[in-house]
Protein backbone atom coordinates (compact mmCIF):
# COMPACT_ATOMS: atom_id res chain seq x y z
CA UNK A 1 0.00 0.00 0.00
CA UNK A 2 0.99 3.55 -0.69
CA UNK A 3 0.91 5.77 1.81
CA UNK A 4 0.88 10.04 1.28
CA UNK A 5 1.22 12.28 4.35
CA UNK A 6 -0.69 15.62 4.17
CA UNK A 7 0.56 18.12 6.59
CA UNK A 8 -2.20 20.93 6.85
CA UNK A 9 -3.76 22.65 9.65
CA UNK A 10 -4.67 18.58 10.81
CA UNK A 11 -2.09 15.77 9.57
CA UNK A 12 -3.80 12.74 8.01
CA UNK A 13 -2.66 9.92 5.22
CA UNK A 14 -3.79 9.40 1.79
CA UNK A 15 -3.94 5.34 1.23
CA UNK A 16 -3.69 3.78 -2.11
CA UNK A 17 -3.84 0.59 -2.98
CA UNK A 18 -6.23 -2.24 -4.99
CA UNK A 19 -8.93 -3.48 -2.54
CA UNK A 20 -8.76 -1.34 0.35
CA UNK A 21 -12.50 -0.97 -0.05
CA UNK A 22 -13.04 -4.06 1.58
CA UNK A 23 -10.34 -3.29 4.69
CA UNK A 24 -12.02 0.43 4.92
CA UNK A 25 -13.15 -0.83 8.62
CA UNK A 26 -9.44 -1.81 9.93
CA UNK A 27 -8.17 1.14 8.32
CA UNK A 28 -10.63 4.03 9.61
CA UNK A 29 -10.85 2.31 13.19
CA UNK A 30 -6.65 2.41 13.23
CA UNK A 31 -6.99 6.13 12.43
CA UNK A 32 -9.69 7.31 13.91
CA UNK A 33 -11.24 6.66 17.82
CA UNK A 34 -15.23 7.25 16.24
CA UNK A 35 -17.80 3.96 16.78
CA UNK A 36 -20.75 5.89 15.21
CA UNK A 37 -20.44 6.22 11.05
CA UNK A 38 -22.59 7.63 8.82
CA UNK A 39 -21.71 7.01 4.99
CA UNK A 40 -22.61 9.23 2.70
CA UNK A 41 -23.26 8.45 -0.66
CA UNK A 42 -25.22 8.69 -3.93
CA UNK A 43 -27.44 6.55 -5.27
CA UNK A 44 -24.66 5.30 -8.25
CA UNK A 45 -22.39 4.38 -6.33
CA UNK A 46 -24.12 3.36 -3.56
CA UNK A 47 -25.44 0.43 -5.77
CA UNK A 48 -21.80 -0.72 -6.43
CA UNK A 49 -20.07 -0.25 -3.17
CA UNK A 50 -22.49 0.71 -0.45
CA UNK A 51 -22.90 -2.65 0.98
CA UNK A 52 -19.19 -3.49 0.64
CA UNK A 53 -18.17 -0.35 2.77
CA UNK A 54 -20.78 -0.93 5.45
CA UNK A 55 -19.86 -4.69 5.60
CA UNK A 56 -16.38 -3.58 6.16
CA UNK A 57 -17.14 -0.97 8.86
CA UNK A 58 -19.34 -3.13 10.68
CA UNK A 59 -16.79 -6.05 10.70
CA UNK A 60 -14.21 -3.70 12.38
CA UNK A 61 -17.14 -2.89 15.29
CA UNK A 62 -18.11 0.16 13.96
CA UNK A 63 -21.95 1.13 14.38
CA UNK A 64 -22.74 2.28 10.36
CA UNK A 65 -25.89 4.39 9.53
CA UNK A 66 -26.09 5.25 5.97
CA UNK A 67 -27.16 8.27 3.93
CA UNK A 68 -28.32 8.10 -0.13
CA UNK A 69 -28.95 10.51 -2.15
CA UNK A 70 -29.60 10.96 -5.54
CA UNK A 71 -26.43 11.27 -8.00
CA UNK A 72 -25.52 14.23 -10.37
CA UNK A 73 -24.25 18.10 -9.36
CA UNK A 74 -27.96 19.05 -8.48
CA UNK A 75 -27.74 17.07 -5.13
CA UNK A 76 -24.90 19.17 -4.18
CA UNK A 77 -27.29 22.08 -2.89
CA UNK A 78 -28.23 23.50 0.34
CA UNK A 79 -31.57 20.51 0.51
CA UNK A 80 -29.94 18.13 0.40
CA UNK A 81 -27.66 19.09 2.73
CA UNK A 82 -30.25 20.46 5.22
CA UNK A 83 -31.96 16.97 4.74
CA UNK A 84 -28.16 15.11 5.99
CA UNK A 85 -27.81 16.97 8.81
CA UNK A 86 -31.55 16.22 9.72
CA UNK A 87 -30.81 12.52 9.11
CA UNK A 88 -27.67 13.21 11.60
CA UNK A 89 -29.57 14.59 14.12
CA UNK A 90 -32.45 11.83 14.30
CA UNK A 91 -29.44 9.29 14.55
CA UNK A 92 -28.36 11.52 17.74
CA UNK A 93 -24.58 11.62 16.05
CA UNK A 94 -22.50 13.92 17.92
CA UNK A 95 -19.09 15.67 17.41
CA UNK A 96 -17.29 12.21 18.50
CA UNK A 97 -19.09 10.34 15.62
CA UNK A 98 -17.86 10.42 12.01
CA UNK A 99 -18.80 11.03 8.67
CA UNK A 100 -17.51 8.71 5.78
CA UNK A 101 -17.92 10.09 2.11
CA UNK A 102 -17.90 7.39 0.00
CA UNK A 103 -18.68 8.57 -3.86
CA UNK A 104 -16.92 11.29 -6.45
CA UNK A 105 -16.51 15.13 -6.09
CA UNK A 106 -19.72 15.85 -5.50
CA UNK A 107 -20.13 13.20 -2.76
CA UNK A 108 -16.71 14.46 -0.98
CA UNK A 109 -17.69 18.29 -1.11
CA UNK A 110 -21.11 18.11 0.10
CA UNK A 111 -20.28 15.57 2.73
CA UNK A 112 -17.59 17.42 3.80
CA UNK A 113 -19.29 20.35 4.39
CA UNK A 114 -21.67 18.76 6.55
CA UNK A 115 -18.59 17.85 8.37
CA UNK A 116 -17.49 21.37 9.01
CA UNK A 117 -20.44 22.86 9.73
CA UNK A 118 -22.53 19.77 11.44
CA UNK A 119 -22.15 20.78 15.32
CA UNK A 120 -19.44 23.51 14.12
CA UNK A 121 -17.59 20.24 12.70
CA UNK A 122 -17.13 16.91 13.11
CA UNK A 123 -14.58 14.11 11.49
CA UNK A 124 -14.75 12.71 8.28
CA UNK A 125 -13.13 10.20 6.30
CA UNK A 126 -12.80 10.19 2.26
CA UNK A 127 -13.23 7.47 0.26
CA UNK A 128 -13.21 8.54 -3.37
CA UNK A 129 -14.18 6.59 -6.35
CA UNK A 130 -13.69 8.55 -9.03
CA UNK A 131 -10.19 9.85 -10.90
CA UNK A 132 -10.80 12.97 -10.38
CA UNK A 133 -11.84 12.77 -6.80
CA UNK A 134 -8.90 10.58 -6.02
CA UNK A 135 -6.03 12.88 -7.87
CA UNK A 136 -7.89 16.27 -6.95
CA UNK A 137 -11.28 16.56 -4.18
CA UNK A 138 -10.91 14.04 -1.69
CA UNK A 139 -7.21 15.82 -0.80
CA UNK A 140 -6.96 19.30 0.72
CA UNK A 141 -9.96 20.06 2.85
CA UNK A 142 -12.09 22.11 0.28
CA UNK A 143 -15.46 21.54 0.40
CA UNK A 144 -18.79 23.13 -0.45
CA UNK A 145 -22.36 23.46 -1.74
CA UNK A 146 -23.39 25.18 -4.96
CA UNK A 147 -25.98 27.94 -5.15
CA UNK A 148 -27.62 29.73 -7.72
CA UNK A 149 -24.98 32.24 -7.78
CA UNK A 150 -22.43 29.38 -9.52
CA UNK A 151 -20.78 26.17 -7.93
CA UNK A 152 -18.76 25.86 -4.95
CA UNK A 153 -19.91 29.21 -3.65
CA UNK A 154 -20.75 28.33 -0.24
CA UNK A 155 -18.14 26.16 1.27
CA UNK A 156 -15.17 25.91 4.01
CA UNK A 157 -11.62 24.51 4.42
CA UNK A 158 -11.86 21.37 6.39
CA UNK A 159 -9.56 18.19 6.23
CA UNK A 160 -10.54 14.81 6.31
CA UNK A 161 -8.99 12.41 8.88
CA UNK A 162 -8.07 9.90 6.05
CA UNK A 163 -8.33 9.24 2.16
CA UNK A 164 -8.44 5.95 1.50
CA UNK A 165 -7.96 5.67 -2.44
CA UNK A 166 -8.69 2.38 -3.57
CA UNK A 167 -7.76 1.71 -6.99
CA UNK A 168 -10.24 -1.26 -8.46
CA UNK A 169 -12.90 1.31 -7.42
CA UNK A 170 -12.27 3.26 -11.19
CA UNK A 171 -12.75 -0.60 -12.94
CA UNK A 172 -16.43 0.70 -13.17
CA UNK A 173 -16.32 4.22 -14.72
CA UNK A 174 -17.67 5.04 -17.66
CA UNK A 175 -14.79 5.49 -20.41
CA UNK A 176 -15.73 9.28 -20.23
CA UNK A 177 -15.76 9.32 -17.05
CA UNK A 178 -12.79 7.79 -16.46
CA UNK A 179 -11.32 10.39 -19.29
CA UNK A 180 -12.84 13.11 -17.37
CA UNK A 181 -10.60 12.55 -14.25
CA UNK A 182 -7.70 12.07 -16.53
CA UNK A 183 -7.61 16.05 -17.63
CA UNK A 184 -7.19 16.74 -13.39
CA UNK A 185 -4.02 13.90 -14.18
CA UNK A 186 -2.78 15.80 -17.11
CA UNK A 187 -2.81 18.93 -15.11
CA UNK A 188 -0.26 17.77 -12.59
CA UNK A 189 1.96 16.96 -15.20
CA UNK A 190 2.02 20.14 -16.89
CA UNK A 191 2.32 22.24 -13.76
CA UNK A 192 4.69 20.37 -11.31
CA UNK A 193 5.82 17.12 -13.17
CA UNK A 194 7.87 16.75 -16.33
CA UNK A 195 7.94 13.10 -15.16
CA UNK A 196 4.94 12.28 -14.76
CA UNK A 197 3.90 13.94 -18.03
CA UNK A 198 6.58 11.64 -19.34
CA UNK A 199 4.90 8.50 -18.07
CA UNK A 200 1.44 9.55 -18.89
CA UNK A 201 2.73 10.14 -22.61
CA UNK A 202 4.84 6.48 -23.06
CA UNK A 203 3.54 4.22 -20.44
CA UNK A 204 0.05 2.15 -20.45
CA UNK A 205 -2.41 4.37 -18.16
CA UNK A 206 -5.01 1.91 -16.72
CA UNK A 207 -1.87 -0.21 -15.63
CA UNK A 208 0.13 2.33 -13.76
CA UNK A 209 -2.79 4.46 -11.80
CA UNK A 210 -1.58 3.52 -8.36
CA UNK A 211 1.87 5.37 -9.43
CA UNK A 212 -0.30 7.72 -11.36
CA UNK A 213 -2.42 8.28 -8.37
CA UNK A 214 0.22 8.45 -5.95
CA UNK A 215 2.24 11.26 -7.93
CA UNK A 216 -0.47 13.50 -8.29
CA UNK A 217 -1.61 13.18 -4.64
CA UNK A 218 2.00 13.49 -3.41
CA UNK A 219 2.05 16.93 -5.52
CA UNK A 220 -1.58 18.13 -4.40
CA UNK A 221 -0.28 17.09 -0.61
CA UNK A 222 2.94 19.33 -1.01
CA UNK A 223 1.20 22.67 -2.75
CA UNK A 224 -1.45 22.29 0.34
CA UNK A 225 0.82 21.98 2.91
CA UNK A 226 2.72 25.08 1.07
CA UNK A 227 -0.86 26.95 1.31
CA UNK A 228 -3.36 25.29 2.72
CA UNK A 229 -5.90 28.31 2.46
CA UNK A 230 -5.34 29.09 -1.39
CA UNK A 231 -3.74 32.47 -1.14
CA UNK A 232 -0.89 31.73 -3.35
CA UNK A 233 0.80 28.04 -4.70
CA UNK A 234 -2.94 26.56 -4.61
CA UNK A 235 -3.82 28.83 -7.64
CA UNK A 236 -1.27 27.12 -9.98
CA UNK A 237 -4.17 23.82 -9.16
CA UNK A 238 -6.49 26.28 -11.23
CA UNK A 239 -4.63 25.80 -14.59
CA UNK A 240 -6.73 24.91 -17.56
CA UNK A 241 -10.16 25.69 -15.10
CA UNK A 242 -10.33 29.64 -15.70
CA UNK A 243 -11.37 28.59 -19.29
CA UNK A 244 -12.69 25.73 -18.58
CA UNK A 245 -15.28 27.32 -15.97
CA UNK A 246 -16.39 29.55 -18.59
CA UNK A 247 -17.07 26.94 -20.90
CA UNK A 248 -19.23 25.31 -18.32
CA UNK A 249 -21.29 28.14 -17.71
CA UNK A 250 -21.57 28.70 -21.38
CA UNK A 251 -23.42 25.36 -21.31
CA UNK A 252 -25.12 25.81 -18.02
CA UNK A 253 -23.16 23.23 -16.38
CA UNK A 254 -24.69 20.71 -17.55
CA UNK A 255 -23.52 20.62 -21.24
CA UNK A 256 -20.05 19.26 -20.93
CA UNK A 257 -18.30 17.64 -17.98
CA UNK A 258 -15.69 19.55 -15.71
CA UNK A 259 -12.79 17.26 -17.29
CA UNK A 260 -13.46 17.58 -20.92
CA UNK A 261 -13.40 22.04 -19.90
CA UNK A 262 -10.39 21.64 -17.90
CA UNK A 263 -8.96 19.89 -21.13
CA UNK A 264 -10.00 22.66 -23.97
CA UNK A 265 -8.92 25.11 -21.22
CA UNK A 266 -5.23 23.84 -20.61
CA UNK A 267 -4.98 23.22 -24.41
CA UNK A 268 -6.23 26.81 -25.38
CA UNK A 269 -4.49 28.64 -22.86
CA UNK A 270 -1.24 26.80 -24.15
CA UNK A 271 -1.59 27.25 -27.49
CA UNK A 272 -1.85 30.91 -26.70
CA UNK A 273 1.30 30.96 -24.18
CA UNK A 274 3.22 28.93 -27.16
CA UNK A 275 1.95 31.90 -29.83
CA UNK A 276 3.18 34.94 -27.11
CA UNK A 277 6.97 32.95 -26.79
CA UNK A 278 5.87 32.04 -23.02
CA UNK A 279 7.21 28.56 -23.70
CA UNK A 280 9.19 26.27 -25.69
CA UNK A 281 7.83 26.13 -29.10
CA UNK A 282 6.13 22.32 -29.25
CA UNK A 283 4.40 22.45 -25.80
CA UNK A 284 1.46 23.06 -26.93
CA UNK A 285 1.46 20.07 -29.45
CA UNK A 286 2.54 17.59 -26.41
CA UNK A 287 0.34 18.39 -24.25
CA UNK A 288 -2.47 17.92 -27.32
CA UNK A 289 -1.33 14.58 -28.02
CA UNK A 290 -1.32 13.37 -24.47
CA UNK A 291 -5.29 14.64 -24.27
CA UNK A 292 -5.91 12.59 -27.55
CA UNK A 293 -4.45 9.85 -25.89
CA UNK A 294 -6.66 10.53 -22.97
CA UNK A 295 -9.78 10.57 -25.36
CA UNK A 296 -10.31 14.48 -24.29
CA UNK A 297 -11.16 17.23 -26.31
CA UNK A 298 -9.07 20.13 -27.32
CA UNK A 299 -11.24 22.61 -28.98
CA UNK A 300 -13.99 24.54 -28.25
CA UNK A 301 -16.47 26.10 -31.19
CA UNK A 302 -17.61 28.49 -28.60
CA UNK A 303 -16.48 32.56 -29.46
CA UNK A 304 -13.43 33.84 -27.07
CA UNK A 305 -15.14 37.19 -26.38
CA UNK A 306 -18.00 34.83 -24.96
CA UNK A 307 -15.19 32.97 -22.96
CA UNK A 308 -13.62 35.57 -21.54
CA UNK A 309 -17.02 37.20 -20.29
CA UNK A 310 -17.58 34.01 -18.65
CA UNK A 311 -14.47 33.85 -17.24
CA UNK A 312 -14.39 36.70 -15.09
CA UNK A 313 -16.58 34.75 -13.29
CA UNK A 314 -14.08 33.17 -11.97
CA UNK A 315 -12.80 33.01 -8.17
CA UNK A 316 -9.40 33.45 -9.63
CA UNK A 317 -10.47 37.04 -10.14
CA UNK A 318 -10.01 39.99 -8.02
CA UNK A 319 -11.17 43.98 -8.67
CA UNK A 320 -8.21 45.15 -9.73
CA UNK A 321 -7.51 41.62 -12.71
CA UNK A 322 -7.53 38.04 -12.48
CA UNK A 323 -4.94 35.15 -12.34
CA UNK A 324 -4.11 32.92 -15.37
CA UNK A 325 -2.06 29.95 -14.89
CA UNK A 326 0.54 29.52 -17.39
CA UNK A 327 2.36 26.69 -17.78
CA UNK A 328 5.54 28.01 -18.80
CA UNK A 329 7.34 24.39 -19.63
CA UNK A 330 6.00 21.18 -19.19
CA UNK A 331 6.49 20.48 -15.29
CA UNK A 332 6.74 24.03 -14.61
CA UNK A 333 3.81 26.74 -14.10
CA UNK A 334 3.34 29.85 -12.62
CA UNK A 335 0.49 32.30 -11.34
CA UNK A 336 0.64 34.97 -13.78
CA UNK A 337 -1.89 38.35 -12.62
CA UNK A 338 -3.06 39.98 -15.45
CA UNK A 339 -5.25 43.37 -15.51
CA UNK A 340 -8.49 42.83 -17.35
CA UNK A 341 -7.15 44.99 -20.44
CA UNK A 342 -3.94 42.17 -20.20
CA UNK A 343 -6.44 39.17 -19.84
CA UNK A 344 -8.39 40.04 -22.64
CA UNK A 345 -5.37 41.21 -25.33
CA UNK A 346 -4.00 37.65 -24.37
CA UNK A 347 -7.44 35.67 -25.57
CA UNK A 348 -7.45 37.79 -28.56
CA UNK A 349 -10.69 39.60 -27.12
CA UNK A 350 -10.63 43.22 -28.65
N1 LIG B 1 -9.25 21.65 -6.64
C1 LIG B 1 -8.35 22.71 -6.44
C2 LIG B 1 -7.86 22.82 -5.04
O1 LIG B 1 -8.03 21.92 -4.24
O2 LIG B 1 -7.29 23.81 -4.72
Redesign the pocket.
Known sequence: MEIVKVKASKNYDILIDHGLLDRCGELIAAAVSAKRIAVVTDDNVDRYYGQRAVDALQNAGLSVVKYVFPHGEASKSHAVLLRLYDFLAENGFTRSDLLVALGGGVVGDLTGFAAATYMRGIEFVQIPTTVLSQV??S??G?TAVDISGGKNLVGAFHQPSLVICDIDTLDTLTPEFFADGMAEVVKYGMIKSAELFAILSHKDIKSNMTDIIKRCVTI?AE??ANDEF?RGE?AL??FGHTLGHAIEKHYDFSGISHGYAVAIGMSTFTHIAESKGMCPVGTAEKLDVLLNKCALPMTTDIPMDILYKYSLGDKKRSTSGIDIIICNDIGESTVTKMTLEEYAAFLGVN
Open positions: DSVGKKVVDRLN
